[in-house]
């Protein structure tokens, strides 16, 4: 299934139905009087968030949408038809942002979620609602309210508690097939990764949390190079990262230096972002004799000037991965639980979140203005090339996996 992040549709409720003008007539009942109905209310327009979808593929081509507008008033006090609302089902995690106001009108993260985004119109009023002692055969209606209209864009951001960076071919699909049932593909050859996957992982018989695999990062990424930095907000959600370093790179690369591209290009995407914790995890330790290997690790958390957790496994071999995710593990209730009893520390947290929010959806505004200006024809000076053809291949491989291991 192809994997869409972002969508734009436009939305319209439906109309409320006009009040009717009519008088009772009947045999032997003179002056009968009014018995004009009311008419009925436009269909409103919900967005729900639903647990078996994890694409916005859905609205990459239908992106109009109209309820039904409510029916006119009947005689006999009768009244219209209320117009039924239209509910459009989305995976959790999606933001809904007006994009006229470019405010966001709600963030649904949890299955049945609702949003209303477009409110029907008003039923009109027949002439019975007129009537009174000194009005005894009112000719006045009311029109029905027309619904609301607006234009939305729709963000998907996969929902994971520990999130993973690190340069294309560090080990981060062998790293989430090793550590959960998730099956990315994983190639000898960069950007094996297009979008992103989730894996489940299962700690003990009652325990676990979710990893999600993005693409790599390159250097330039914030200007668009390689995969640029479209998949980077899929992070913005997470509570760890995992900075996967490649200790034995082919190209025979400096793994220090590595490190220090993708923090660079994390603090320019979000440097609020780059505040959030993240662990140091050096991968691919079996590809590397024993007696250099304490050397090696010293030298790189030397030459980053890392303070931080710092963990040595094979992803491949599955050495150092179990007791990287027990600590992982540890490390996501200990912060649940300081949240509940610390509430300065959550109000930390809560205004960080919000800071990585903000400068995210800045970061994808300015790539949604500049592929704007690349499809009227004007490039900026200084931009990268970017083939926007490549994102619209079709791959029925694409899309998030998740899947759930079962003991």
Avoid at 25 to 36: L, M, Q, S, T, V
Avoid at 151 to 165: F, R
Wanted: aromatic share 6%; net charge negative.
């Amino acid at each position: 299934m192809k994997f869409v992040d972002e969508v734009s549709i436009s939305v319209k409720a439906g109309d409320g139905g006009n009040g009717m003008m009519s008088f009772r007539r009947e045999k032997f009942i003179e002056n009968g009087g009014p018995n004009g109905g009311d008419g009925g209310d436009g269909g409103s327009i919900y967005i729900e968030a639903m647990a078996n979808l994890n694409t916005l593929v859905d609205y990459r081509y239908t992106r109009r949408f109209q309820a039904p507008n409510g029916e006119k008033g009947g005689s006999t006090d009768c009244t219209g038809a209320k117009g039924e609302d239209l509910i459009l089902p989305v995976p959790i995690g999606t933001t809904v942002i007006d994009a006229g106001t470019q405010e966001v009108i709600g963030d649904l993260t949890k299955a049945g979620q609702r949003l209303l985004v477009a409110q029907g119109g008003w039923h009109g009023l027949g002439n019975t609602r007129f009537k009174s002692s000194t009005n005894r055969a009112p000719r006045q209606t009311t029109p029905g309210k027309p619904g609301d209209a607006r234009d939305l864009k729709m963000e998907l951001k996969v929902l994971a508690d520990v999130g993973l960076l690190g340069l294309p071919n560090a080990g981060k699909s062998t790293f989430i097939r090793s550590v959960s049932a998730a099956k990315p593909k994983v190639a000898d050859y960069p950007f094996t990764t297009l979008v992103p996957n989730l894996g489940v992982v299962s700690v003990d018989r009652y325990k676990s949390f979710v990893v999600a695999d993005i693409p790599g990062l390159i250097e330039g990424a914030s200007e668009g190079a390689g995969l640029g930095i479209r998949f980077l907000k899929h992070l913005s959600r997470t509570r760890l990262l995992l900075h996967l370093v490649d200790m034995a790179p082919l190209d025979l690369t400096d793994p220090a230096e590595a490190a220090a591209t993708i923090v660079a290009e994390l603090t320019k995407f979000s440097p609020a972002l780059a505040e959030r914790e993240r662990w140091l995890v050096l991968n691919k330790a079996d590809q590397i004799l024993d007696e250099e290997k304490e050397q090696r690790v010293a030298e790189i958390v030397a030459r980053l000037e890392w303070e931080g957790p710092v963990y040595v496994v094979s992803a491949l071999a599955r050495e150092g991965t179990e007791q990287l995710c027990y600590d992982i593990m540890d490390f996501l209730e200990a912060r649940a639980e300081r949240i509940q009893e610390n509430p300065e520390f959550a109000s930390q947290l809560a205004e960080l979140d919000q800071r990585i929010e903000d400068e995210a959806r800045a970061q994808l505004q300015a790539l949604d203005d500049k592929r704007a200006l690349r499809r009227s024809g004007v490039r900026p000076v200084g931009d990268v090339e970017e083939d926007d053809s490549f994102w619209d291949q079709e791959d029925e491989e694409d899309g998030p996996e998740i899947i759930y291991v079962r003991d």
